[in-house]
């Protein structure tokens, strides 16, 4: 029995690591900068669509994230990269959700009030974060696949 539960972990947390770094890269490195190129498409439109995807991409992660921290609990990466670039990732989004994310928020708010609609350094960060989360997810699921 306990094999068959380590299987079944470790096949967990390879896919969901996978499946939680290709919506990464889906939506934050090629649906959200194309949707500001879409014609007709004005800024405040594409922020509150922005707003609504974003927010189930973050409620998807944390699918993914509690399924990989139960799984790794359960049966720890063989190797200590994995379970460095796991922590990193799980830790990358609590930073995003906690730190981030309410200050795009307010920002977003703002915008869609009328105000300015310059970028916001939050924005930039949140990019840097997800840069440093896409690493990580990928380190992760070489490691779980070489295990």
Known sequence: ?????????????????LLWLGMVLAISFLEAPLKFRTPGLDLRTGLAMGRIVFRALNAAEI??????????????????????????????????????????????ERVLAGADASRSGAHHVYIGLELVKVVALAALGVALLSG
């Open 1 to 17: 029995m306990g094999r068959a539960m380590n299987d079944v972990a470790a096949r967990g947390s390879t896919a969901a690591a």
């Open 63 to 108: 699918v993914w994230a509690a399924v990989i921290a139960v799984a790794l609990i359960a049966d720890p990466p063989p190797s200590t990269a994995g379970t460095v670039a796991a922590i990193t990732a799980l830790v990358v989004l609590a930073v995003q959700l906690c730190g981030v994310r309410p200050r795009l928020a307010r920002h977003s």
